[in-house]
């Protein structure tokens, strides 16, 4: 956090969301252009958030501006971040690692559409406006293509994103540098895929379909929540982000309708409450999370209790042992506590932190990634510089 | 001026340059709109 800068409180309201504490579920058959009814996930959704857009790296500001003059190393070895301007995580990874002296470097999916960047092939180096620049570490999280200011039916559009997806691809595996969670093992990570692997290091998972017919899905017998195969939110718009959040299952209302895309059906378990806990290497932050109904997180995210909590040894010891297995650094757990048992749910690979903390008032997750990162860049620049 | 300087600055508020307390504005206003927004 940074102890500049205080603004009127109403530049704030970018959200435009759904405050009910409980969301209605509104009747299926709202028809939309398609003729089809609207998707399940899509009914009663009025999250709407406007990303801001803009550079809000610490690091590439003071460069661009001229104010630091860097070290006599060339090329400087640095950080590289793919990542969005509002990633406010990465923003304050910047700084944090300023104040170590450790160079970050940015490319951003909003910002970049115009930057002066040359990538070697031939050599694990990039020169981004004329610093050149060795990338020992790299992360990728939340460069999504479908923020980049850019029409996908038109052919410069479809252009400018296709040449992007290539090389932002490329960057995220190329076997000279070093990665935190890599998308070489963690890109095929989803909800589907990671229920078998909870099982497998004895996590109960709830009972879980994938339909398109969710009316006629009830795994477990009882009651159901409908949740997203794929993300949270959609941005069908750059910077445009509609929320696709968790619903309880009415079954008589769903019916026989067809979904046009399969959908996540899942048993509904009573929680005592629900967990939060982050691996950060081998330590491990936990949050007790307690909230009325699950979309509630994202639509009355002011009325959720955030509280740290010890993570009992018997479960840090499997969830040390799944982030090992993904080839996960940085993540985050999300688990029920149900009738004393630990209920895996789903692990998120680009997980927001500083929410949770702001509503625990801690920094423990930021200052343990500050942490790592720094830790992990110090032992890779050892390595260069012993070779 | 080094980097740690300069983010030292930030960090305590005490800045002298007015491009930075520029920055230091827009961030804090982007802070506070994370702040009312859970993403994963």
Known sequence: MIGAGSGRRDDLPLLLGNRQSAPAIPPPSTPVASGRPTPLLLQGQDYVFHAPSGCLDFQERIHRLGMVIDTDDDP?????????????????????????????????????????????????????????????????????LSCMPVDPRTITGAYALDQWRTVSDWLSERPDWAYVNPARTT?????????????????????????????????????????TAGRHLLEPRPGVQHGLFPRPLDTARAGDAREPAPVIVQQYLAAETELRVFVVGD?????????????????????????PTEV?????????????????????????VAGGEYVFLEVNVNCDWRWFEHRAQTTDVSDAVHRWVAARFGELLGAHRGR | MSMQELAAQVRSGQIEDEALADFAVEYARAERISRSRKDD
């Open chain 1, 76 to 144: 400087n070895p640095c950080v590289l971040v793919l990542a969005r301007s509002a990633d406010m995580e990465m923003n304050e990874l910047s700084i944090a690692l300023a104040e170590q002296g450790i160079r970050m470097m940015r490319i951003d999916a909003d910002r970049c559409l115009d930057l002066a960047l040359t990538i070697y092939t031939d050599a694990p180096l990039v020169e981004l406006d004329r610093r050149l620049l060795r990338p020992l570490l790299v992360w990728r999280r939340h460069f999504e």
């Open chain 1, 187 to 227: 890109g095929h990570l989803n909800r589907l895929t990671q229920l078998s692997s909870a099982a497998a290091f004895g996590l109960a998972t709830p009972r879980t379909a994938v339909t398109t017919q969710p009316g006629r899905s009830r795994p477990g017998g009882g009651a159901c929540i409908v949740k």
């Open chain 1, 283 to 307: 330590e491990l932050i936990g949050y007790q999370v307690d909230k009325f109904d699950p979309a509630q997180l994202w639509v009355d995210p002011d009325a959720v209790e955030v509280t």
């Open chain 1, 312 to 336: 009992p040894t018997k479960l840090a010891d499997k969830l040390r042992a799944l982030a090992r297995h993904w080839h996960l650094q940085v993540a985050a757990f999300d688990l029920l």
